[in-house]
């Protein structure tokens, strides 16, 4: 469908709305909505600078951008760990590099530029800690207020600290996420708050230029993308990403996209695995992941059609294949995920050990967090020495090795 100007189109509905503050689901069927632009926008595509803006002729356009220079992040050859599973073109895309530390900055960079240019004064969202310790900081550079709703006990002490750092007004809701944003969405309007969570379609929009620049930094379209999954944004916006390009007339081919969920929070791989098009959603979400522990992703839609039209997978990982995963990549690669981070990292390997990949697929983990905003999430054993200031280490490191 050809729209004039930058629209709001429904998922469900294909019906078409004009932007604004209020305008976050669709006002016929409550489906959710997607930043679409004409097809002219698509024969008109250049890229110029770096980061996310690099991209800005398949942005939304804003008055002022509000950024910290996030994206750009490293795309590493993962030489030792591959070698090891037998995949001779791994590679990692580190989104733990921005500048909060996680993918959500090239949301937020997008989402918040937007919420000026709607004359927004305050910015609200629930979180599993990073979407709100990026907002919180992108709201401070932009002088709004911002609010965030956090499940209590569950939100990392990094992330907490950077919500708290950045002056967000922190709401301790005494359930899960799923409980967090429910309360959130159903009294955004009258808290008179603009919402930057996934449900708003304008953060999407900064997340796909993941996809531009793994394109861009392999010179071509990988087999296949792997992403951790929550709430499930990031591989629905990945995929409208290396849609785009393919539309823009750059890419000629689309990768598979492969979503990885923990064990005790994966309503969207078993509604894949057994054919459904429905989610159950789970209860009583559990994974040592907090990122991720969502038993109600918002766009579980979006991301069984980015896993199914792609004819990618989506498979489950347990805590402790998580933990090594996060270890084995700190330990052969030099690259430290936050639990929820290191998921594409065990997917991959478990869906290697299965046969999934050919060896010379190129194949790129999504590694969306820093190790360092999880100080108490336990690694694996390691050597350790405790000496007195007059002794001589040698002997005893001997013994060590
Ligand atoms: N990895 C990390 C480090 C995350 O923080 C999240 C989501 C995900 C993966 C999953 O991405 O939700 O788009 O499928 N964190 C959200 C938050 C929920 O509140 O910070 P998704």
Same mark, same amino acid.
């Given at each position: 469908m050809d729209v004039e100007g930058e629209a709001l189109v429904c998922i469900d509905c294909g019906r078409v709305h004009k932007p604004g503050p209020g305008v976050l689901v669709c006002e016929k069927c409550n489906g959710l909505l997607e930043v679409s632009y004409p097809k002219s926008v698509f024969g008109n595509v250049s890229f110029n600078g770096t980061g996310v803006w690099r991209y800005s002729s398949l942005l939304p356009k804003v008055d002022r951008i509000i950024t910290? *220079?996030?994206? *750009?992040t490293p795309l590493v050859k993962a030489e030792n760990l591959g070698r090891k599973i037998g995949l001779r073109n791994l590679y990692v895309k580190f989104e733990g590099a921005n500048p909060t530390g996680s993918f959500k900055d090239r949301g937020m960079t997008v989402g918040v530029s937007i919420a000026l240019k709607f004359g927004q004064k305050s910015v609200a969202c629930a979180s599993t800690g990073n979407t709100s310790a990026s907002m919180a900081a992108y709201a401070a550079r932009a002088g709004l207020k911002s609010f965030v709703f956090l499940p209590d006990g569950y939100v990392a002490a990094g992330k907490l600290l950077q919500a708290i750092a950045h002056g967000a007004t922190i709401v301790k809701v005494r359930g899960n996420f799923d409980d967090a944003l429910r309360i959130l969405l159903s009294h955004s309007a009258e808290l008179g708050v603009y919402v930057l969570n996934s449900v708003n379609p304008y953060r999407i929009e900064g997340q796909k230029t993941t996809a531009f620049e793994i394109w861009e930094g392999l010179g071509k379209t990988p087999e296949f993308v792997v992403y951790p999954v929550g709430n499930a944004a990031n591989i629905s916006s990945g995929w409208k990403g290396f849609i785009e390009l393919k539309e823009a007339g750059l890419a000629n081919s689309l990768p598979k996209m492969v979503g990885v969920q923990a064990e005790g929070a994966a309503p969207i791989v078993k509604a894949f695995l057994e054919g459904r098009g429905e989610i159950e959603p789970v209860e009583k979400p559990e994974t040592v992941a907090t990122a991720i522990r969502i038993g109600r992703p918002l766009s579980w839609k979006k991301a069984l059609r980015a896993i199914r039209d792609s004819k990618g997978t989506a498979v489950t990982v347990s805590d402790e294949e998580i933990l090594r995963a996060q270890v084995e990549l700190a330990r052969t690669e030099g690259i430290f995920a936050e639990p929820a981070g290191a998921a594409s990292i065990a997917g991959v390997l478990k869906l290697s050990r299965e046969g999934y990949f050919k060896g010379d697929d190129t194949v790129v983990a999504v590694v969306t967090g820093h190790g360092l905003k999880d100080p108490e999430v336990k690694i694996m054993p390691y050597a350790e020495l405790v000496i007195q200031p007059d002794e001589n280490p040698v002997e005893a490191l001997r013994k060590l090795l």
């Open positions: 910290l *220079n996030e994206g *750009n």
